[in-house]
Nanobody, 123 residues
Framework: QVQLVESGGGLVQAGGSLRLSCAAS????????MGWFRQAPGKEREFVAA????????YYRDSVKGRFTISRDSGGNTVILQMHSLKPEDSAVYYC????????????????WGQGTQVTVSS
């Protein structure tokens, strides 16, 4: 069992930056493909970014390309989502997720999920 905990959310003005972190208790995240998803009120959860086990492959949704960067720390225990040039439409609860085998833009590939962290971008 992998327990994921997100942190780093908050309130920021449009154009600002936030750094989300996802840490695991009990296990290193280097064994998993990792993804970030988000869900805004009244909307379905959507894919944001993903990184492979070896950090050699990353995926991003089109609307965040060039603004968001997903990475792993050197210890392999934390996955980071660095967000710049934030827009009001980025406001959502952000979830990190772990996939035992690969990475994907699809939720069904991910086995473990965190509780989420709120990101609010004011205009």
């Amino acid at each position: 069992q992998v327990q994921l905990v997100e942190s780093g959310g908050g309130l920021v003005q449009a154009g600002g930056s936030l750094r989300l972190s996802c840490a695991a208790s009990g296990r290193t995240l280097s064994r998993y493909g990792m993804g970030w998803f988000r869900q805004a009120p009244g909307k379905e959860r959507e894919f944001v970014a993903a990184i492979s086990k070896w950090s050699d492959t990353t995926y991003y949704r089109d609307s965040v390309k060039g603004r968001f960067t997903i990475s792993r720390d050197s210890g392999g225990n934390t996955v980071i989502l660095q967000m710049h040039s934030l827009k009001p439409e980025d406001s959502a609860v952000y979830y990190c997720a772990a996939a035992p085998s690969t990475i994907s833009t699809k939720e069904s590939f991910y086995t473990y999920w965190g509780q989420g962290t709120q990101v609010t971008v004011s205009s």
